[in-house]
């Protein structure tokens, strides 16, 4: 059974910074592509950070230049490192992997919480 676990979340002041971790787990199969996406209240979830492999990433408008994004194969796991944090990035966020089966998964979710 693939489970991703998310952790790292939390409550932090505006302009600071957190780093959210994903491990994966319960699968043989590569994974081909990780992301971090997010959904705060009254809203649709959206991507904030993504990777590929062999290595790529794209990122959402409103984290470019403040969001980093980083993986370790070895480990199934990756990263989402926040910094100069708004209170507008207060949300749930959520990694998400599809692997070479095709198979795509999510995690739990983690609060992130921004205080202004």
């Known amino acids: 059974q693939v489970q991703l676990v998310e952790s790292g979340g939390g409550l932090v002041q505006a302009g600071g910074s957190l780093k959210l971790s994903c491990i994966a787990s319960?699968?043989?199969?590569?994974?081909?592509?990780m992301g971090w996406y997010r959904q705060a209240p009254g809203k649709q979830r959206e991507l904030v950070a993504a990777?590929?492999?062999?290595?790529?990433?794209n990122y959402a408008d409103s984290v470019k230049g403040r969001f980093t994004i980083s993986r370790d194969n070895a480990k199934n796991t990756w990263y989402l490192q926040m910094n100069s944090l708004k209170p507008e990035d207060t949300a749930v966020y959520f990694c998400?992997?599809?692997?070479?089966?095709?198979?795509?998964?999510w995690g739990q979710g983690t609060q992130v919480t921004v205080s202004s």
């Open positions: 319960g699968s043989s199969f590569r994974i081909i592509r």
């Open positions: 998400a992997a599809e692997f070479s089966s095709g198979g795509r998964y």
């Open positions: 990777t590929t492999s062999p290595g790529s990433t």
